[in-house]
């Protein structure tokens, strides 16, 4: 009786070890919203906050956090920038793409034009 007194506090506590670990963020950068916590990110979607035709992507590649540009204008010719948590360019989208998992959108336009 003794010992499944013991086993029964044991497994009580390592449950509450278990959800007592639940961070107050995502692990996303270590931010809860990187679109405005993260300054040059914030800095590049102020840029295109117009656009209707542009929104930013959050992805996970390699075991981090990346975010990359996308602008869905049939006009428009432009190579996207994978970049990291710190704004480091880790290549270019297309090269890159295969590796990318978790995609999704983190930023886009009110009024998106873009078939998302």
């Not at 930013?56 to 390699?62: E, I, K, R």
């Not at 090269?95 to 009110?110: A, F, S």
Request: glycine residues 2%.
């Amino acid at each position: 009786m003794k010992n499944l007194m013991r086993l029964s506090v044991f497994l009580l506590f390592l449950s509450f070890s278990f959800f007592s670990c639940e961070k107050d963020y995502d692990n996303t950068c270590n931010v809860l919203n990187p679109a405005e916590e993260i300054t040059w990110l914030k800095e590049a979607i102020d840029n295109v906050k117009e656009d209707e035709y542009s929104y930013y992507v959050m992805a996970d590649y390699d075991g981090e956090t990346v975010f990359y540009y996308v602008n869905c204008d049939p006009l428009v010719n432009y190579v996207s920038i994978v970049t990291n948590c710190n704004g480091d360019n880790l290549g270019q989208l297309n090269n890159l793409q295969d590796e990318l998992t978790n995609m999704t959108v983190l930023w886009k336009h009110e009024a998106s034009k873009c078939n998302l």
